[in-house]
């Protein structure tokens, strides 16, 4: 049954119908029998979304819509907000997954019959899985709030036919958490990842300021893959947002076996764990957070290890987490680094080395997680048993290990490098020194007037002949791709002729007669594989990032494909060659996949880079460029005559990418003969 009063907005059109938004406003111009708006603004009208549906089946538009975006946007016009359309949504999907009968003896009929029958169906599943009581984050939806998403509901259950309920949901909350991104503040899953495995496998997980889930969730992928894993995980959570913490309950469950129990509420103010003794505590707390209850909690218990300052509101994260662990119990939190410095902070700091609990601060690369501009820490606690024989606290650095741009860091070898030196310190409670990463420093050394337990402030510099010696590989290296490069050089143009007037076509009009194919990216799918950006295109690497999983279905790279960015005004068009082809098609990225029989990559490649291409295809907004590649000209050649311009286009990239190597190893160069001559393993000779 469809719901005649779900609206949908120009954006959401252009999705359902596959095109750009302004191929929508063309249409609100050119045809009288467009749906006239039903609300919004006059800036951001809102149409209804049957009537938008008739239109585009009527003009050939739209053969039917996919169920997803239908139910997209049902989410969206919901009367009582995206978040809690989302959270009844959620409930129906896990009553399809957990009791599928007691669905389908409740949607059998009317809506109306649905919103009677519902609520003494999903009592009976949220009280199996989140418990009873009153502070659990998802309760029962009244009937008369059901009856208005009875037509979402059914879209919900209908989605989740073919990929499974976990799956419907995790596509819907994506794209939930993608269309409001200053709203949440998300912990990647690599980050995640590494936060687990450090804690260890674990049967009691809290994260008192649990978010979307990520950080649990985490936990159990890591009780799951290791052998020590124990039965009858219990994952308990708290958030200050009450429709988060019912979205991030749901997630949960659905995603996992482990028991589930998500509270709404600021844990430092209102705990809701208050007896708690969980064996790991997991932490993204809010950053630089002023009103944090400072003026309240003076006497609170939870500050065994002194009272924080107003601007110190990390501590009382760290200590919350510690006073909610069992003795033994590890806590891994995401610090800023300026906690690990600030004087306001260091008598804390002292007391938590002297005591024991503080057993590690690792510093991560940049782009590690939001905000991205800084080196993160995270630091590794646990509840003390007793005082340690000889105290030392684990210091290690990773930001060499950064990745270039948006690609975001190395996180294969940040994981390597992290938990092998903390595997090795936390089995014997000492690390021989690995200069530049990783070093065991007595406590009694940090106990100072300032407790300064910043990484890079106590880390040696790599050894002299290693250093010495990485720089003459580099010098080498940039010796050989200098000579490549001058080989490579274009030979000078001949005499100058007048531009030939020659037939062209578009990218669109290829598209439509079969010479080549095109395919936009996706944001996730169903196997995580490496993902090619946006940025990897722009710089020339290989793929930077791993496709999140999702129900969407991702393109896949295969050689002779031609990739086009469509943001940002790059003059940029890649061939993919063997390395790269597997990789999954990234966000802002356009793939065009020629008929060999009728196309040249290169050939074709080469021309979509043309500066006078690009202004006749590209529009402007305020902030930003895009690209229409459909409007991208190419002169119409036979086979053979492509393939000249196709090896010349080639020569071009060869020489284009050995001008890039050797940029890259001038700077390393160059930075590694500074530090050198600055910390004395070069000499000045």
């Known amino acids: 049954m469809q719901d005649n009063g779900t609206e949908v907005t120009a954006a959401g059109i252009a999705r359902l119908a596959g095109v750009g938004r302004a191929a929508v406003s063309n249409w609100r111009r050119r045809h009288a029998d467009f749906p006239q708006p ?46 809690a359309a989302l959270v009844h949504a959620g409930c129906a999907l896990l009553l399809v997954h957990d009791r599928p009968t007691l669905w389908l003896e409740a949607s059998a009929g009317s809506d109306e019959r649905l919103a009677a029958l519902l609520p003494a169906a999903l009592d009976q599943v949220l ?82 300021a649990c978010g979307t889930g990520t950080l649990l ?49 600021d844990s430092l103010r209102a705990d809701a764990r208050t007896g708690l003794r969980a064996d790991t505590a997991l932490c993204h707390p809010p950053f630089n957070e002023r009103n944090w209850g400072h003026d309240e909690l003076a006497y609170d218990p939870r500050w065994e290890y002194g009272f924080p300052a107003r601007t110190e509101s990390e501590l009382a994260w760290v200590q919350h987490a510690l ?183 578009t990218v669109g009009e290829l598209a439509r007669g079969g010479a080549l194919t095109l395919h936009t990216g996706t944001n996730a799918g169903h196997a995580r594989v490496p993902l090619l950006t946006d940025h990897d295109v722009l710089t020339g690497t290989g793929p930077s990032a791993t496709l999140p999983e999702g129900d969407e279905e991702p393109v896949l790279t295969e050689p002779g494909d031609v990739v086009v960015p469509v943001l940002g005004g790059g003059l940029v068009a890649r061939v993919i060659d063997d390395a790269t082809a597997g990789a999954a098609l990234g966000r802002n990225l356009v793939l065009l996949r020629p008929d ?24 402007h907004a305020s902030t930003a460029t895009r690209l229409d590649v459909r409007r991208l000209q190419l002169p119409r050649l036979p086979l053979d005559a492509q393939h000249g311009y196709g090896d010349r286009f080639r020569a071009l990239d060869e020489f284009e990418r050995a001008l890039r190597l050797a940029g890259r190893l001038g700077e390393q160069l160059v930075r590694g003969m500074y530090d050198g001559l600055t910390d004395g393993t070069v000499a000045p000779e």
């Open 127 to 208: 009280d199996a899985r989140f418990g009873p009581g009153p502070e659990r984050a998802v309760t029962t939806p009244a009937g008369s709030r059901l009856l208005a998403s009875a037509p979402l509901l059914r879209g919900a259950a209908e989605l989740a036919a073919g990929p499974g309920a976990r799956k419907a949901y995790e596509f819907l909350l994506g794209r939930h958490l993608d269309a409001n991104p200053r709203q949440y503040t998300l912990t990647p899953d690599p980050l995640a990842e590494l936060m687990a495995e450090l804690a260890g496998p674990a049967r009691t997980v809290l994260d008192p």
């Open 217 to 265: 969730r985490a936990a159990t992928a890591t009780a799951t893959a290791t052998a020590t894993a124990r039965p009858g995980q219990e994952l308990y959570g708290q958030d200050s947002d009450p429709a988060l913490a019912a979205l991030t309950a749901l997630r949960l469950a659905l995603s996992t076996d482990a028991a589930v129990r998500i509270a709404a509420g």
């Open 596 to 619: 060999p029989a009728a196309l040249d990559p290169w050939f074709l490649a080469g021309f979509l880079r043309g500066t006078a291409n690009h202004r006749r295809a590209s529009s």
């Open 38 to 83: 039903v609300g919004g603004t006059e800036t951001s009208p809102s149409f209804a979304l049957a009537d938008v549906e008739a239109w585009l089946r009527a003009q050939g538009k739209l053969a039917e819509v996919p169920p997803r975006e239908r139910v997209w946007q049902q989410l969206l016009g919901h009367p009582e907000g995206p978040a």
């Open 323 to 505: 006073a909610r662990v069992r003795d033994g119990g590890t806590v891994v939190v995401l610090m800023p680094p300026a906690a690990a410095s600030r004087r306001s902070g260091r008598r804390i700091r002292a007391d938590l080395l002297r005591r024991g609990a503080l057993r590690a601060v690792i510093a991560l690369p940049a782009g590690a997680a939001p905000p991205y501009n800084l080196p993160l820490h995270l630091w590794v606690l646990r509840r003390p048993e007793r005082a340690p024989a000889q105290p030392g606290l684990l210091l290690a650095d990773a930001g060499q290990f950064a990745g270039e741009g948006r690609g975001g860091p190395d996180w294969r070898s940040v994981r390597e490098t992290v938990l092998d030196a903390w595997g090795d310190f936390d089995r014997t409670g000492r690390l021989d020194e690995r200069p530049g990463l990783a070093r065991c420093v007595p406590v009694i050394e940090l106990l100072d007037d300032d407790v300064d337990l910043a990484p890079a402030r106590h880390l040696p510099p790599p050894g002299a002949t290693g250093d010495t010696g990485r720089l003459t590989d580099v010098r080498a290296r940039l010796d050989e791709t200098l000579r490549l490069t001058a080989e490579l050089t274009p030979a000078p143009p001949g005499t100058a002729r007048p531009a030939p007037h020659r037939p062209l076509t």
